[in-house]
């Protein structure tokens, strides 16, 4: 026995699913749907396989490869070259269907016994044998009329007898000599124009009527009602996954919370993360490296494969293709179908029914109502005001920032260095080295500071003569890992709009540079935290600091910046407590509190009572040190608006030589500033 698989469907009813996936390509349970055929072949002992294609025919045969895999042998034929008349192929699949061959489409979920369909169409020495399914709710199909002996009387796309008829299921089994009586070879591609033509000729059919579960997926809605039935154990097909507890199965390991909430049945895949307090409901499919953020709901829902849903949203009874993102607070209505890398921005409102084309994006806070063909496919904004942001490995990944390295690159010019650090997270380093590999690519040097914070980068760009850096911060916001890319210009000061506009033409219109004339080199340059640190003393008087002997709360995210605090704190004879603010500054007996946020670029103050500073008292405050200051040559090196590390020591040691606390400070500056 041999069999033919018909892979060629392009699959318009599911749209958009299909756009980029062909219909027998389009997972059910996370395994493509033509899998579920070939498994059911090789169950009943078919292993010579032939797979007619058609519609984008590469990604079939790159999942498949020659069957071996899979327990069987593939060979490939596409139906295009047959329908066009290609006599090398067309006797190739000639010379293949030597023997009794089952034709089936790759598109249908069944569990018909392929072997009792067999013996019925060999008893009856059969030129051709329709399998057929007598579920007569299932309105679209073939009608096949047969009498009691099996032989098939009449057909039709749709019912104009009376008396009651089967449907065609898109399986026939067939005798080599059938090739030799067929007009086009090309009606192998539809079961149905092979039974038509064949029942026209007067060739006698038989038909079978099995009884199994059948299901041609002819419909958005189908596609969800078959996995639906896979779960409820309603086909004869085996879940390659462990049960957790009954009716909800895994795929791999999971971590699960205490705090998740699965009703089952249920599927969640390989390498899905669910955070604490999400809740998947009852037939809901999770694809395999999908992340369900913090609070989020799933009913009913399809989510393939690699796919983002952010905090706190809302899905029921929606399919999402693979790589989509859907923000925090979304609400995706009933029946809603989002295709793939689609961007649904956060707190956005997606209504009942709605379609999204494949890569479309919806901004954040819209209501769409209308179904998503056309429209920007990019975000109209790269940078905002830190940078570039987004979620670590959702919206920034390491192919993300290498095609970002390379439009910056674009805009430099031949011979710049560019300094890269990033903080201490293992991401953050990973991204570094992609960025880093992006833009000696380019042909552009690099200076790898290692692991630091933004003010470091800023100082350490012009303590080098460099012509720009890129520092990666990774951060929890909202329960996720943030990660922030800050570009600085040749004066370590953030990268102006023009050149934030250029980067951003350049990523849309994949304006990248390359170089294999001149790659760039690759420098190591660890002992710019040094002298970052040094010139921090010469900026205080360490003897008058050290005489008063100052505490200071400490709050921060980034180990790595209180490692940096430690020694400066320890050389001037301060002590750094470790804490939270929120304890109160008073209860660590501290002369003052600082939270320092955004990669040490930005800080709060509370004085010792607990008051925390206003921003324009933290303004005033920088402007009274930056009044009383010279400008030394080191000095010229640090930001004040940007260094928090700087601010605070320069603040530390005004108010250690003027004796006054941070609280009789602020009470001074109210007066004076209302003698104004």
Known sequence: MKAVILADGKGEELLPLTVRTPKAMVPLLNRPCMEYTVELLKQHGITDIA?????????????????????????????QRLSAGDEKNRQSLAEFLNDTSVVIRGDILTDCNLSEAIGFHRERRSMATLVLSGDESRLQGLHVWTNREGNVTGVAEQSVEEGSFALGTGIVLIEPEIFSLLED????????????????????????????????????????QVQCDLLDGKVDRAIPARQLAPGIYVEGDLAIDASVRLEGPLLIGKGVHLQT??????????????????????????????????????????????????????????????????????????????????????????????????????????????????????????????????????????GSRIALCACDHPFAQLLKHSVMTSLCAAGIDTIDFGVGIAPQLRYGVQSLSCTGGIH?????????????????????????????????????????????????????????????????????????????????????????????????????????????????????????????????????????????????????????FCETRSEGTNEARFHPKLDAVYILMCIVDYLCKKELSLADLVLQRRAALRLQ
């Open 277 to 414: 307090g999400t809740s998947v409901g009852a037939y809901s499919v999770i694809g395999s490296r999908s992340v369900v953020a913090e609070g989020s709901a799933l009913t009913q829902t399809i989510l393939w494969e690699n796919s983002y849903i952010g905090m706190q949203a809302d899905v029921s009874g929606s399919i999402l293709g693979r790589n989509t993102s859907i923000g925090d607070c979304v609400l995706l209505g009933e029946n809603t179908v989002v295709g793939d890398g689609c961007r649904i921005g956060r707190a956005a409102s997606v209504k009942a029914g709605v379609l999204i084309w494949p890569h479309k994006g919806i901004e954040e806070g819209a209501t769409v109502n209308h179904t998503v063909i056309f429209g920007n496919t990019q975000p109209r904004r790269l940078f905002d005001s830190q940078g570039i942001t987004g979620i670590g490995n959702v919206d920034i990944t390491p192919e993300f920032v290498s095609r970002l390295a390379a439009a910056y690159a674009y805009q430099l010019p031949p």
């Open 472 to 624: 990666i911060q990774m951060a929890k916001q909202h329960g996720e890992k943030q990660v922030t890319l800050r570009f600085a210009d040749q004066d370590g000061l953030p990268i102006n709009r023009e050149m934030q506009q250029s980067i951003e033409l350049s990523c849309r219109q994949e304006m990248y540079a390359r170089s294999l004339g001149r790659l760039g080199q690759l420098h190591v340059e660890h002992r710019v935290w040094d002298a970052y640190k040094q010139a921090l003393f010469m900026q205080v008087d360490g003897g008058t600091i050290k005489h008063r002997g100052y505490t200071v709360l400490v709050e921060c995210e980034s180990r790595f910046l209180l490692s940096l605090l430690y020694p400066l704190f320890t050389e001037l004879g301060m002590t750094a407590l470790v804490g939270s603010i929120a304890d109160g500054v008073s209860s660590y007996q501290a002369d003052m509190g600082v939270r320092l946020l955004q990669s040490g670029e930005a800080l709060e103050l509370f004085s010792h009572t607990g008051e925390r500073l206003t921003e324009d008292q933290l303004a005033d405050l920088q402007m009274i």
């Open 185 to 224: 070879e090309g009606e192998l591609a539809e079961p149905e124009q092979l039974v038509h033509s064949l029942f026209q000729q007067g060739i006698p059919l038989s038909g079978y009527v099995m009884k199994a579960y059948w299901s041609k997926i002819h419909s958005l809605m189908e596609y969800k």
């Open 51 to 79: 797979v007619s294609l058609e519609y984008l025919p590469e990604l079939v045969r790159d999942y498949f490869g020659d069957g071996s895999r899979f327990g069987v042998a593939l060979t490939y034929f596409e139906e």
